[in-house]
Every structure is written in structure tokens, then in C-alpha cells.
């Protein structure tokens, strides 16, 4: 039985390449010309590398164009005028920041978040950037949403074996490095700062104390891929731990938003937090939970007969599944993260988020393992791994080309509350990077810590702490949600103190990030035993 779970868009492609290969037939008759690695040659001109590379650019400009013509004979022109349109701003800096992602990843070889980081902070200081009324809704919208995809891809991607296997030294290396930074920079917040509160410190910290998977984790496959990280299984390790990060991370700030900006005694915050936590980890237990057997699988009886099992209809049918299955997690974790504010617990929306994530995505892989090993049809090695039956993993593709849409805006959103005025005050910038540089030493010493004693080498400690630097995706969006609650409470000193959160976070983005993905990418094969 072929891998029911599995979403692809040419699902008979190796079969095709295979036959291709053999017989040089297309399937219809047509002879194609082999190159002596088996790929078909292009036969056309217009399928050469500049006249493809030229129409991938047309077709770029091409679609840009028509979606700014779109909006501009359907909206308002105020929305649409240029500068000042609200409108226009956002369009301008969703495509803006696209562009110069890639242009600074092809060129200079740095992430994209960096560009489109940039390109924010570009836009908004060269007066392009103007935002009013209920844009700036759909702004706070579109960041809600960012968040809501990054913590089920954070919940899709923890794999409970593996989890229990390294359970010792993945639990030290995610909760002592993120508490100690995060504890060492409110310290220094609370004394260097000026009028920063230790609500406010503490909101910092756990804003800083996330490290990046969206640095690390690309970085570590391309290390797996090359055989580095895999004999003591140093890459395992990172990918769980850094999921777990950010988990511990936003979880603990949103408990510090809490307490910061909800009124009360600090007893009855601490029984509100209580609860708020208690209400997201059954919550989310219960809809992960009933989201296993709810679409039913592709394989159940309602749907066919196992005898057609390999058609083309249920191919179409996997498809179909993955959409109500990507469909009721994404918009029942969004529900969770806004309607658990709405009702006066906002810890509990992030929680239930990604709990409901790991429960379903795990239950999703032990059925379809399950189902695998119980057909007759098929034959399973007795040493093949878990992952090895679960490839494809369809809904946490869904949730990544999510994510990927919605980067330029998160991070081009977040240069654009980066003004020059506040970087002419230098003693600002100088102080908010010794705090930063403060946190990231206790963070090192914290981690070599967390890993002595567990069979890594002295060079692999040294590469996890340079895996342990990267901040981009999670301070991407905590930094503007602190700042747009200090906005609402309407306060000079609290907006004050979110504008110097969001500039120290921007800090951190600009000089961790292309560290951390640089270090990764050339110390990786230097510092981590290749498997034979």
C-alpha cells in the first residue's frame, strides 16, 4: 500500500523518471532525449537558462502587476495612493521585502529574513510606509496569524520518540539556556534601562531567550544531508530542543504580558496564570485529540474499497484530507489564540495552539505506521525507522508554504517599527546591545553546561552553542505584540518602553542571525564527525 499520509504533486513521478529512463517513452508515445544522467534534455530554446531564468522574472513582475491592478480598480484610491496609502504600504512592503530576501540570500548569502528586515526599515524611514484605521487591523491580523502558524509548525515537527530517547539532555538544553538568558537580561534591563520595570524586563527576556529554528533547522539539514551531525545525533538533538524553545518562550512571555498589563493583585495573576495554563494543556489535548479521527483517514471504508487503493481517485482523495485536516488545525489554533484573549486567558491560546499540533500530528503518524504494518500487502523491515513510514508528513508541508507566504510581511513588519530617531540616540543602541550581549554569554555558558556529561566531543559542544545564537522568527513577532499592547494602554511610559523592546529585538535579529546561519554553515563540517 502505497503512503496514504503522503502529499505530493506528481504522485507517479519516480514511476515516470523510471519508465523515462528505460525506454525513453513519455507515456504517450512521444520519444524524449536522455542525457546520460537519465534527465530529460530540454529540446526547445525558450527552455534554455536565460530564456527560462527571463520568463521566471516576467512572470514575477507579470503577477505583481496584476495583483497591484487588481486592488487598484477595486479599492479606494486613498487606500491605494502612493506614498500614503495604507493599502499600497502594505503591498509595497509584502513585495518589497520578498525581493530583497532573495537578493540577499542569492548574493550575499545571508538569510532572507534579513533582507526583508531591512527592507522594512528601508520603507518606513524613506516615508513609504504609512498605515491608518482598519489596515492597521489587518497588520495585528496578519502577525496573529504568523504566530498561529509558527507554533503548530513548532507542535507538527516534535517527534514523541525522539523526545523520549534524548528526554534528559533535550529538557537541560531547552529549559536551562532559555531561563538563564532570559533571567540575565531582565537583570540587566531592570538595572541599565531607564524605566524599565521588572514586568517589563521580564517581558524582554523571554522576548530575547528564543533561539531561531528557522535558522537552525535548514542549516542542520543541509549538515544531514552531507553525513555531519549524525553519529551522535547532534542534529536530532537541536531540531526537538529548539522546538521546545520557542514553546517555553512564548509561553513564559505571554505569562509576563499578563502580569504586566492585566490588573489585579499579584495573587490573583498568579491563579489567573495557573489557570490559563491549565486551560490550554486540556484544551489542546482535546482537540489534538479529536482532530486524529476526525476527518477520518484516507484509507476508511466510507471512502473505497482497499482494492482501489492505488488509483488516481485516491490520490485525489489524500489531497482532499490533508486540506480538511490542515484546515481545522490551522483555523481551530488561530480560534484558540484569539478567543482565549477574547475571554480574558491569553497564556491558554498559545498552549492549546501547539499541544493540539503534537497530539494530532503524532496520532496522524502512529496510524498511518499502523495501518502500514498491519496490511497484508505490504512488507516492512523489521529495522525501518518510524520516519521512514511517515514520509511526506503532508499537513506540516501545508503549514510551511504558510509560513513561507507570510515571512516578508512578519519580518518587514517589524523593520517598519524601526525609526532613525531612535538609532540617532546611540547610547540607547550601545546599552540595548550590552544587554543583549550580556544575555548571549550567560546563554554559552548556560548550554556547555546543559551538554557536559551526555558523549558529545568538545567541538560538538562548541557547534551547539554557535547553533544556540540565531534569533529571527519568534522575536519577529513577540517584540510588535508587546508594543501594540503598550500602544493600547495609551501611556507615554509604556509606549516608550515597547519601542526600546522592539529596537533591542531588531538588534538581536540583525546581528545573531547572519551569525548564527553563517557559523552553521561553516563550522558545521569543521566541528561535527562525518558518518561513514
Not at 359 to 387: F, P, Y
Not at 408 to 434: H, Q, Y
Not at 498 to 519: D, E, Q
Request: charged share 15%.
Amino acid at each position: 500500500m502505497r503512503n496514504s499520509a503522503e502529499l505530493t504533486d506528481s504522485p507517479d513521478e519516480q514511476p515516470l523518471q523510471l519508465q523515462l529512463r528505460d525506454n525513453g517513452d513519455d507515456g504517450d508515445g512521444q520519444q524524449r532525449r536522455l542525457d546520460r544522467s537519465g534527465d530529460v534534455t530540454a529540446m526547445a530554446w525558450c527552455d534554455a537558462r536565460l530564456p527560462a531564468t527571463a520568463a521566471n522574472i516576467a512572470a514575477a513582475i507579470v503577477g505583481v502587476g496584476l495583483a497591484w491592478s487588481l486592488l487598484y480598480v477595486n479599492v479606494s484610491s486613498e487606500l491605494m495612493a502612493v506614498p500614503g496609502g495604507s493599502l499600497s504600504s502594505i503591498f509595497m512592503l509584502y513585495v518589497t521585502g520578498a525581493v530583497a530576501g532573495k537578493l540577499i540570500y542569492e548574493i550575499v548569502g545571508l538569510p532572507p529574513r534579513f533582507g526583508m528586515l531591512l527592507a522594512g526599515i528601508a520603507l518606513q524611514n524613506a516615508g513609504l510606509y504609512t498605515v491608518t484605521g482598519w489596515c492597521s487591523q489587518l497588520v495585528s491580523f496578519i502577525r496573529e496569524v504568523s504566530l498561529a502558524v509558527t507554533l503548530i509548525n513548532g507542535g507538527l515537527e516534535l517527534d514523541a520518540k525522539q523526545l523520549h530517547r534524548l528526554s534528559g539532555v533535550v529538557a537541560r538544553l531547552t529549559l536551562l539556556p532559555c531561563l538563564a538568558e532570559a533571567a540575565t537580561v531582565a537583570v540587566a534591563a531592570h538595572l541599565i534601562l531607564p524605566g524599565f520595570s521588572w514586568q517589563w524586563s521580564l517581558v524582554l527576556g523571554f522576548t530575547l531567550s528564543a533561539v531561531s529554528p528557522a535558522i537552525l533547522v535548514p542549516g542542520l539539514f543541509q549538515l544531514k544531508r552531507l553525513g555531519y551531525g549524525q553519529v551522535k545525533g547532534v542534529n536530532t538533538l537541536l531540531i526537538a530542543a529548539s522546538s521546545l524553545d520557542n514553546i517555553v518562550s512564548i509561553c513564559a512571555f505571554r505569562i509576563a504580558v499578563g502580569v504586566l498589563f492585566l490588573t489585579g493583585s499579584l495573587t490573583s495573576k498568579i491563579t489567573q496564570g495557573l489557570i490559563d495554563v491549565s486551560i490550554g494543556v486540556v484544551s489542546g489535548v482535546v482537540w489534538g485529540f479529536f482532530l486524529v479521527f476526525v476527518p477520518p483517514s484516507p484509507w476508511a471504508l466510507i471512502y473505497k474499497n482497499q482494492e482501489t487503493e492505488n488509483t488516481k481517485k485516491s490520490q485525489q482523495l489524500d489531497r482532499l484530507i490533508t486540506a480538511k485536516r490542515s484546515f481545522l488545525l490551522g483555523v481551530g489554533g488561530f480560534l484558540a489564540m484569539t478567543g482565549s484573549r477574547w475571554c480574558g486567558y491569553p497564556v491558554a491560546g498559545p498552549l492549546a495552539c501547539i499541544i493540539s499540533a503534537f497530539v494530532a500530528g503524532t496520532g496522524w503518524r502512529w496510524r498511518l505506521k499502523m495501518q502500514t504494518l498491519n496490511n497484508a500487502e505490504i512488507s516492512v523491515e523489521e529495522n525501518r525507522d518510524d520516519e521512514d513510514l511517515c514520509k511526506g508528513k503532508p499537513v506540516e508541508k501545508v503549514f510551511e508554504y504558510a509560513w513561507t507566504g507570510l515571512q516578508p510581511s512578519v519580518f518587514a513588519f517589524l523593520g517598519t517599527d524601526i525609526k532613525f530617531e531612535l538609532l540617532k540616540n546611540l547610547d540607547m543602541v550601545f546599552v540595548g546591545l550590552f544587554v543583549l550581549m550580556f544575555g548571549i554569554a550567560v546563554r554559552m555558558i548556560v548550554t556547555t553546561c546543559s551538554v557536559l556529561g551526555s558523549g558529545f566531543s568538545r567541538k560538538e559542544i562548541i557547534f551547539v552553542n554557535i547553533s544556540w545564537l540565531p534569533k529571527a522568527t519568534i522575536q519577529a513577532i513577540l517584540a510588535p505584540f508587546a508594543l501594540n499592547m503598550a500602544r493600547q494602554l495609551n501611556t507615554p511610559e509604556a509606549i516608550e518602553c515597547g519601542t526600546r523592546l522592539v529596537t533591542i529585538a531588531v538588534l538581536s535579529i540583525l546581528l545573531t542571525a547572519p551569525i548564527g546561519a553563517i557559523g552553521i554553515k561553516l563550522f558545521g563540517p569543521r566541528l561535527l564527525p562525518r558518518a561513514k
